[in-house]
């Protein structure tokens, strides 16, 4: 006859702590905060005018799941096709240019020797640390001195300035680069244009797609800077459109939610399909 010794028993499952009820009760109240807002905004982009005046509470269900009445009005009456074209124009070009400008500023800063380099990286910490919205007299000002407001390129070259957070993503992956591989194609006789863009852009890919999705989405959601230099309103992008509902519709909140609505189903979507490369991006960064 056998008996059990202190090891051979089975083990007792731990009971999760405090901590662990706190984190999940900690995410739980997150998820609602972020997901009850957009089911409001979903139900009421359901209903009629005559249920959305009778009161009988945001969360409360629509009679028809299937009225599309409200987001044929929005798209139709809000302009919403041109707005998504000039949205469309403004991020291909915008994200176009901060990924040659961020990928090139993090080449040279890495592989090139030159003075006042550590100064450079410092103005551009000085640079975030400047509230946008105090520089923006002196950079309307420049803006009409060329000519651009009310111009879709206005939102263009300012998006282009790429920030320091797109730097940084493309710095670190350059810094994971061996130097070794700009060493051999120098001695097969390539400059540094061609080491730029045969070997360290093809290299990014990363890089690119985390800054792509990210600066896609803050130019997408992006309200100031297209109100302010597309004062038009067939030159106006998804935010200035979404927010020239209050004229036409006054108080119909059912359409002002339908066409919420259609904005936030492409940044949606986007997100869900393409977060992993946003976390592998930022995760591979921290680590090289």
């Not at 009850?36 to 269900?61: C, I, M, N, Q």
């Not at 240019?97 to 100064?119: N, P």
């Not at 230099?229 to 119909?252: C, Q, V, W």
Request: proline share 5%.
């Amino acid at each position: 006859m056998t008996t059990l010794t202190t090891d051979d028993r089975p083990r007792s499952r731990r009971r999760p702590g405090l901590g662990t009820a706190l984190t999940y009760l900690s995410l739980v109240a997150a998820s609602l905060v972020v997901l009850v807002p957009l089911v409001v905004v979903f139900l009421t982009s359901l209903k009629t005018s005559r249920e959305v005046a009778d009161g009988s509470g945001a969360l409360s269900l629509p009679d028809h799941w299937f009225n599309l009445s409200n987001y044929a009005t929005a798209f139709r009456d809000g302009h919403l096709l041109t707005a998504f074209g000039n949205t469309a124009f403004i991020l291909v070009f915008s994200l176009t240019g901060t990924v040659l400008i961020g990928s090139m500023t993090a080449y040279a800063i890495d592989r090139f020797e030159f003075r006042f380099k550590k100064m450079v990286l410092a103005l551009f910490l000085v640079a975030t640390l400047v509230p946008g919205v105090t520089t923006q007299v002196a950079t309307f000002q420049v803006v009409n001195g060329f000519e651009l407001v009310d111009s879709r390129w206005a939102p263009v070259l300012l998006y282009m300035g790429t920030d320091i957070v797109s730097v940084y993503i493309f710095l670190q992956f350059v810094r994971g680069i061996p130097t070794s591989l700009d060493e051999a194609a120098r001695l097969d006789g390539a400059n540094t244009f061609t080491i730029y863009r045969r070997i360290i852009l093809p290299l990014l890919k990363p890089a690119i797609a985390t800054v792509v999705i990210v600066k896609g989405i803050t130019t997408y959601n992006d309200f100031y800077i297209p109100f302010l230099y597309l004062p038009s309103e067939d030159k106006g992008t998804i935010s200035t459109a979404l927010f020239r509902f209050k004229g036409p519709f006054g108080a119909h909140w059912e359409a002002i939610s339908a066409g919420a609505i259609l904005v936030i189903l492409p940044t949606l979507l986007v997100f869900l399909f393409l977060q992993r490369y946003i976390y592998n991006g930022f995760a591979q960064g921290a680590t090289k």
